[in-house]
Each structure stands twice: as C-alpha cells, then as structure tokens.
C-alpha cells in the first residue's frame, strides 16, 4: 500500500493562495488515479480534484477555476496549488490514491478567515 504525506496547509486570509504537496512512498507516474478531498469540521469529507496519470484533471464546482492539481513523477508528488481562497476551503485536506487498494494521507489544515 502506497504511504502518502501531505504538507503545505496554513491559515491565510481570504483571497490569499496555498499550495498543498503529497508526497507518495512509491511512483506515481502508474498510480492511475490520485485525488484530493476536504472535510469541513462537521461536515462529511468531499472530493475536490482528480488526477490521472494520462493528465486529465478534474475539480468539483466549488473550485473549478480557483484550484489546480499536478503531478511531478520526479518526485513522486501531487499538488493542489489554491488561489483565490474563501472560508468556505477551511477544512482538513487529505491526499487519496487508487492502486490495488485504496490510500489515504494524514491529512493537513487548511483555515481561511479575515
């Protein structure tokens, strides 16, 4: 089972912009499906973008325009770089990939608030 680390969350004002890395244990470049999900504080967890190893992406409407998700095989990294951020992104950001099973990160916090 792949191991995945996020790093990169903050808190920053609203409008401000972060960029999220998950960084796997193995190569991604055949991990056909990566992704990115958040959880609001009581509220279920929610699926914000998608990534295939044949570079389509996708991004659910509360984001779409504002997020972009890439790969760096080199690295064995996926990223999640947020602009134009409002309160309503506050959440636990956690990494997903789909291989043989399915793997989660530890998550990492993201808070926007004036």
């Known amino acids: 089972q792949v191991q995945l680390v996020e790093s990169g969350g903050g808190s920053v004002r609203p409008g401000g912009s972060l960029k999220l890395s998950c960084a796997a244990s193995?190569?991604?470049?055949?991990?056909?499906?990566m992704g990115w999900y958040r959880q609001a504080p009581g509220k279920q967890r929610e699926w914000v973008a998608q990534?295939?190893?044949?570079?389509?992406?996708d991004y659910s409407n509360s984001v779409k325009g504002r997020f972009s998700v890439f790969r760096d095989n080199h690295s064995n990294t996926l990223y999640l770089q947020m602009n134009q951020l409002k309160p309503e992104d506050t959440g636990v950001y956690y990494c997903?990939?789909?291989?043989?099973?399915?793997?989660w990160g530890q998550g990492t916090q993201v808070t926007v608030s004036p």
């Open positions: 990534s295939t190893n044949m570079d389509f992406a």
């Open positions: 193995e190569s991604i470049a055949y991990i056909a499906n």
């Open positions: 997903k990939a789909v291989t043989a099973s399915v793997s």
